[in-house]
T-cell receptor, first 113, second 110 residues
Framework: GAVVSQHPSWVICKSGTSVKIECRSL??????MFWYRQFPKQSLMLMAT?????????EQGVEKDKFLINHASLTLSTLTVTSAHPEDSSFYIC?????????FGSGTRLTVV | DAKTTQPTSMDCAEGRAANLPCNHS???????VYWYRQIHSQGPQYIIH???NNETNEMASLIITEDRKSSTLILPHATLRDTAVYYC???????????FGKGTRLSVIA
């Protein structure tokens, strides 16, 4: 079946540094990928739609300069959290849509200290 | 996309069938009903989807009412590993993202 690989699974970083999260479609091409954020005991919140070869589309309230998205190939999208702060600590999840349905990565737990 | 309404939580005895309801009264004719589940600290897992007809796969069955305003996900023999948050989502097929509601927290009890 269609697989989306997400790395790293978890990361701890110091406040003020940047962190890059990778999302790869392993056995299909994804012109579009989606990035979500999930805080404890809450549902997934869509952050942005990543489009191969063009700019990402951000949801209202998501700072595009803070959450940099790059979708340089048909199998890779990256999310970079710049100048991370403790309030950015969250569970970040990517998703892509193969032939039908939607496949999700395993998520990245980001902790900013 | 049509909104969905699900109970906040449900309990089910291990080995029994778990029936999870979902209301989607504003669904349009070409919108699909998708079910996903999320086990703690993991990415959502696809379960099943349907348009009009009832569907069954190795994980579950999906029963959609004739007017399509509600559906029920059935896990025929729930196990402890089925404890998760279950999301019912209505969406047009294509490259639009899934929008998650609060889902139903299913607890399977031994």
């Amino acid at each position: 079946g269609a697989v989306v690989s997400q790395h790293p699974s978890w990361v701890i970083c110091k406040s003020g540094t940047s962190v890059k999260i990778e999302c790869r479609s392993l056995d299909f091409q994804a012109t579009t990928m989606f990035w979500y954020r999930q805080f404890p005991k809450q549902s997934l919140m869509l952050m942005a739609t990543s489009n191969e070869g063009s700019k990402a589309t951000y949801e209202q309230g998501v700072e595009k300069d803070k959450f940099l998205i790059n979708h340089a190939s048909l199998t890779l999208s990256t999310l970079t959290v710049t100048s991370a702060h403790p309030e950015d600590s969250s569970f970040y999840i990517c998703s892509a849509s193969p032939y039908y349905g939607y496949t999700f990565g395993s998520g990245t737990r980001l902790t900013v200290v | 996309d049509a909104k969905t309404t699900q109970p906040t939580s449900m309990d089910c005895a291990e080995g029994r069938a778990a029936n999870l309801p979902c209301n989607h009264s504003t669904i349009s004719g070409n919108e699909y009903v998708y079910w996903y589940r999320q086990i703690h600290s993991q990415g959502p897992q696809y379960i099943i989807h349907g348009l009009k007809n009832n569907e069954t796969n190795e994980m579950a069955s999906l029963i959609i009412t004739e007017d399509r305003k509600s559906s029920t996900l059935i896990l025929p023999h729930a196990t402890l590993r089925d404890t998760a948050v279950y999301y019912c989502i209505v969406i047009l097929s294509g490259n639009t993202p899934l929008v998650f509601g609060k889902g139903t927290r299913l607890s399977v009890i031994a």
